[in-house]
């Protein structure tokens, strides 16, 4: 299937699903919008970011070779749970979830009929909504993919169609892989940047610089988007959790220690990390 040629429907229009149908707009055949918030609806019709958006899942179902689910990871894996009573055809089903375990069980499940297929763009904002949706927003960002038993080869070469049109970068990786990393890189991030936004003292805010804005920046995000993160993923979030206490704790009993020595190694270990996740030199680091 071309992505040229293909009719799709993207469910759920706020900040990731708006920035895709923004993004693949000119590149299919036709782009359709589902979401329950009339405002929303009007939103993408008005500025004509999909060709046709409905609440009616029916109306908007019918004829589409692929659906692409953008919402939060919990009404995603009931939607998938309640596609087959609601849906008769064959389509291939895509999401764009934050955590993946779950939801690839939930399609594992799924009748053969439905050609399915994971995954998660690693890329957003803070403010949600498709008022601030951005079309660049999956420029060279990693794009995760998982495939199941049931996903067929045709499924595999339209997902790199759609990275290529939109910039991205295809990582094909397991459900479990990707829930430990991401746990790793973005859901535990988000806790620690929420936890140093609630600790420090209101009294301190003349003093506030760009280092404590980056350090805060995810804090901003709405809970509404995390919390099902969170649950879904809270295993991992937890082995994050313990790491970073055993790690925290041995640099308390050295700044208590004072000793100067053994904190500089510390840091600098932790700089030469960085860089390394990076990808950066250390030279490059401090531009």
């Not at 046709?52 to 692409?68: F, K, N, Q, Y």
């Not at 804005?213 to 993923?233: I, Y």
Request: glycine share 8%; proline share 4%; with cysteine.
């Amino acid at each position: 299937m071309e992505l040229a040629d293909a009719t799709i429907a993207i469910m759920g229009l706020g900040l990731m699903g708006g920035s895709l149908a923004l993004a693949l707009k000119g590149k299919c055949c036709s782009l359709r919008g589902m979401d329950v918030d009339a405002e929303t609806l009007a939103y993408a019709t008005d500025r004509g970011i999909v060709d046709i958006a409905s609440s009616d899942l029916e109306s908007i179902l019918a004829g589409v070779d692929v659906l692409i689910l953008a919402m939060p990871v919990g009404q995603i894996v009931r939607f998938i749970q309640d596609l087959p009573k609601v849906y008769s055809g064959k389509i291939m089903l895509m999401d764009l979830g934050s955590t993946k375990a779950d939801i690839v069980n939930a399609m594992s499940k799924l009748p053969k009929r439905f050609d399915v297929l994971g995954g998660h763009p690693m890329c957003g904002k803070e403010k949600l909504g498709i008022q601030n949706a951005d079309p660049t927003m999956f420029s060279n960002a990693p794009f995760a993919f998982t495939k199941l038993e049931n996903t067929s080869p045709k499924a595999v070469d339209f997902a790199n169609q759609l990275v290529a049109a939109i910039g991205a970068n295809p990582l094909w990786i397991s459900g479990e892989i990707h829930d430990a990393w991401t746990a790793a890189t973005s859901h535990f991030p988000y806790l620690i940047s929420t936890l140093l936004a609630r600790v420090t003292p209101a009294a301190a805010r003349p003093l506030i610089g760009s280092g404590y804005r980056s350090a805060t920046r995810l804090a901003g995000t709405p809970a509404s988007l995390m919390l099902d993160v969170c649950l879904s993923n809270h295993e991992n979030i937890l082995a994050a959790f313990d790491h970073f206490v055993a790690e925290m704790q041995q640099l308390r009993e050295l700044l208590a220690a004072q000793d100067a020595d053994a904190l500089r190694v510390w840091m600098d270990k932790a700089a030469t990390h960085q860089n390394h996740l990076l990808g950066q030199s250390t030279h490059e680091s401090h531009h």
